[in-house]
């Protein structure tokens, strides 16, 4: 139930909405707990490719909890109370030119305080902030973060999640270890659909708490040695040397001359900071992701 609680920033007095501790509920069917492993599994087989990993687990989180729209979000900088610079890593379910608005959106709460951007533009950030604080992650429906008066009355929802086409939806929030940040799962309905429930609630909690230990561990990011950054014709060449062809065969099979395959390998080494391929090979073997800033 929705309670509320008054909070000061400077000389301003604000209400901000807030709720009875947030706790996961029952009732998961085996079939829903084999789904997630699956996901997690097929994620992890896409270790190397953030973009590829992250996406695919958005559109099987969407798939799982019947959403439409997926978001990953991350913020690296972070403060107490406060926002630091957000940046969206993923998304999947919306066009192009919509996609291309999901940034500088969520931009607008950079630097800001969360009962500043609870006030006028995200309704409920008061209350995911301080279940973090009070048990280190938080995973909600919107009806549990904000009610329905100051949700659809804010600005984030009237200038982008309304033209969006995305009305509910669940949010799962955890802090990952490599590198340090704070990274957030969204799930959305359209305008219409029934809301998200405590299944929706639960089955996302579950995913995020398998996925979140794993990412900079097992999944690599944008900060590690990764295919992130390659070209297409890197990335060909990468996936037959990784396939145990030679370098005569791999450009065969990409219709080009073995010099111009050789200078792409020497490419592939310097981007991944290896010498030769069988060290190459081995880190692909040993599927541990390598900070950029450490390696050598």
């Keep these: 139930m929705n309670t509320r609680h008054s909070a000061k920033q400077g000389d301003r007095q604000t209400t901000v909405a807030t709720v009875a501790p947030i706790e996961p509920a029952a009732g998961l069917s085996g079939d829903d707990v084999s789904a997630v492993i699956r996901l997690v599994l097929e994620t992890c087989d896409r270790w190397d490719d953030p973009l590829a990993w992250r996406e695919h687990l958005l559109h099987g989180a969407c798939r799982l909890l019947g959403g439409h729209v997926g978001t990953m979000l991350a913020d690296p900088g972070g403060r107490k109370e406060a926002f630091g610079r957000v940046s969206v890593v993923s998304v999947v379910g919306l066009p192009p030119p919509l996609r291309e608005r999901v940034q500088p959106a969520v931009s ?3 630097q800001r ?8 533009f995200l309704p409920g950030m008061c209350n995911l902030y301080g279940e973090i604080v009070r048990q280190g992650w938080v995973t909600a429906s919107r009806s549990q973060v904000a009610d329905d008066d100051a949700y659809y009355a804010a600005r984030y929802y009237r200038d982008f999640r309304r033209p969006a086409d995305c009305d509910d939806y669940v949010v799962s929030i955890r802090l990952v270890d490599v590198p340090l940040r704070a990274e957030a799962i969204t799930v959305d309905r359209p305008p219409g659909a029934p809301r998200f429930g405590p299944r929706e609630v639960t089955l996302l909690k579950l995913l995020h708490d398998e996925v979140a230990p794993l990412i900079g561990v097992r999944l690599a990011t944008e900060s590690h040695l990764c295919r992130d950054g390659l070209s297409k014709r890197l990335n060909e060449t990468l996936s037959l040397l990784l396939d145990g062809r030679s370098e005569k ?5 990409l219709r080009i001359s073995t010099r111009t395959l050789h200078d792409y390998v020497t490419m592939l080494y310097r981007h991944f900071r ?18 950029r800033h450490t390696a050598m």
Excluded: G, Q
């Excluded at 305080?113 to 006028?120: C, M, P, R, T």
């Excluded at 065969?249 to 099979?253: D, I, K, L, V, Y």
């Design 274 to 291: 290896v010498s030769s391929r069988a060290e190459l090979l081995a880190y692909f073997v040993r599927r541990t992701p390598e900070p």
């Design 249 to 253: 065969e791999a450009a065969r099979s």
């Design 108 to 110: 607008k709460l950079d």
């Design 113 to 120: 305080s969360y009962v500043d951007a609870a006030e006028d």
